[in-house]
């Protein structure tokens, strides 16, 4: 029989009476604090348009934001429109993170950035694609790639949106893969410490996943993060036909989606409301961390999907990165990476401070990657390589 926490009667006491006295602790970020990299008259923020606003519209209107419905979350080769893509994960980030934020008096405004913005840098075939990725980028320069750190170079250099430091390290810090019991903020106060913690993801090996939220509505997308995957992993496993849901169990916070979701956003509330900090319980957190242990176990480490992940998709990607980095570097300018990527990218209308092409060569085709649809990535290989006898087989509906 499902179960359902409920806020504590003296918790829920406190916000109805905070609310109707109007003294709902202000904790949230100000509007008024936004920074910026530059002081533009169009990112000015009104009555109707607070400044968070601004960078929820930029992302939405991103040409990679419409590239989260081609991208799946977990199951990259299973052909069912019930599976979860990305489009719906930063939908569930959202909506969860701000349920939690409004009980808690943050900024909703900048907690959706956040979560719009957090896997707009995710490659295809999911954590196995990035993990290719990363490889392949990093023994051609000696750098690392992670999706967070790349989800801020699209936001912040392929598309120059002068998106806010608030909504941008919120978005490199969201790596729901790494958990806390309790989360304060660590902000930093200028661009000039944001670039050099961004450069050290690229150069320093573990350093991307020690870097830490900077305010509440960050912790609480991170918090989010791990809450909108948890039990819906488990949903798309027992529709892939890989694990039934039914095989998980865990007492304190359930074990299908809808308790989990309930449950742990109850309990961040419970003990995070008019504190400084973003938690849960030892309990509830013990509970969270052997959930996503048992997600591993029984999903993420499955061998079959890998195993045809890692004997397909991976020489492929390795075959797509060479070809492109050949041809960008001799400048054949009837090539996809420049069809389909550099003249698309010189299409905005945004002002760069010096020409996308004179980026690092490795770092374009990494660019051009990771922005690839699933199926982008098969067609684009066929079209490379016709010959080539690799080939990603994907299950089918009748299959």
């Known amino acids: 029989m499902p179960k359902y926490e409920t806020l504590s009667p003296a918790v829920a006491a406190n916000i109805v009476q905070d609310r109707l006295e109007g003294s709902t602790l202000r904790i949230g970020y100000e509007n008024s604090s936004v920074i910026r990299r530059k002081c533009v008259s169009s990112d000015s923020a009104s009555v109707w348009r607070p400044p968070f606003v601004h960078d929820i519209d930029k992302i939405l209107h991103c040409p990679f934001y419409n590239r989260y419905t081609g991208k799946t979350q977990v199951f990259s080769l299973i052909k069912n429109d019930d599976i979860t893509r990305r489009s719906l994960h930063v939908?569930?980030?959202?909506?969860?993170?701000?349920?939690?934020?409004?009980?808690?008096?943050?900024?909703?405004?900048?907690?959706?950035?956040?979560?719009?913005?957090?896997?707009?840098?995710?490659?295809?075939?999911?954590?196995?694609?990035?993990?290719?990725?990363?490889?392949?980028?990093?023994?051609?320069?000696?750098?690392?790639?992670?999706?967070?750190?790349?989800?801020?170079?699209?936001?912040?250099?392929?598309?120059?949106?002068n998106i806010s430091l608030q909504t941008l390290h919120g978005i490199a810090t969201h790596n729901g893969e790494v958990e806390m019991m309790q989360y304060e903020?660590?902000?930093?106060?200028?661009?000039?410490?944001?670039?050099?913690?961004?450069?050290?993801?690229?150069?320093?090996?573990?350093?991307?996943?020690?870097?830490?939220?900077?305010?509440?509505?960050?912790?609480?997308?991170?918090?989010?993060?791990?809450?909108?995957?948890?039990?819906?992993?488990?949903?798309?496993?027992?529709?892939?036909?890989?694990?039934?849901?039914?095989?998980f169990f865990n007492e304190d916070i359930g074990s299908i989606n809808a308790e989990i979701i309930n449950n742990l956003v109850v309990n961040i509330i419970e003990n995070s409301y008019a504190k400084p900090y973003i938690g849960l319980d030892k309990r509830h957190f013990k509970a969270l961390v052997d959930s996503k242990a048992a997600n591993y176990r029984m999903i993420y480490n499955y061998a079959a999907p890998r195993a045809n992940l890692e004997h397909t998709a991976k020489p492929m990607m390795a075959e797509i990165y060479g070809q492109c980095l050949d041809d960008l570097r001799a400048g054949n300018k009837n090539a996809p990476i420049y069809t389909h990527h550099i003249n698309y990218l010189n299409k905005v209308h945004y002002k760069r401070s010096r020409p996308y092409e004179s980026a690092e060569p490795n770092q374009i085709v990494v660019d051009y990657i990771a922005s690839m649809t699933e199926s982008y990535f098969v067609d684009l290989h066929h079209y490379l390589f016709p010959n080539s006898t690799l080939k990603v087989e994907y299950t089918g509906y009748f299959d």
């Open 91 to 161: 939908q569930l980030v959202s909506r969860i993170a701000r349920t939690i934020g409004a009980a808690l008096g943050l900024n909703l405004d900048l907690i959706e950035a956040i979560a719009l913005g957090h896997d707009i840098g995710h490659p295809p075939f999911a954590h196995s694609g990035e993990a290719y990725l990363c490889e392949l980028y990093h023994q051609h320069t000696g750098r690392f790639f992670f999706h967070n750190v790349h989800s801020v170079r699209v936001l912040d250099e392929m598309f120059p949106y």
């Open 185 to 247: 903020p660590q902000p930093i106060d200028s661009f000039e410490e944001f670039d050099r913690m961004i450069e050290r993801c690229y150069t320093e090996p573990g350093y991307a996943n020690t870097i830490l939220p900077g305010s509440l509505e960050a912790i609480v997308v991170r918090i989010s993060d791990i809450i909108a995957y948890l039990g819906k992993d488990r949903q798309d496993a027992d529709r892939a036909g890989l694990t039934p849901e039914s095989a």
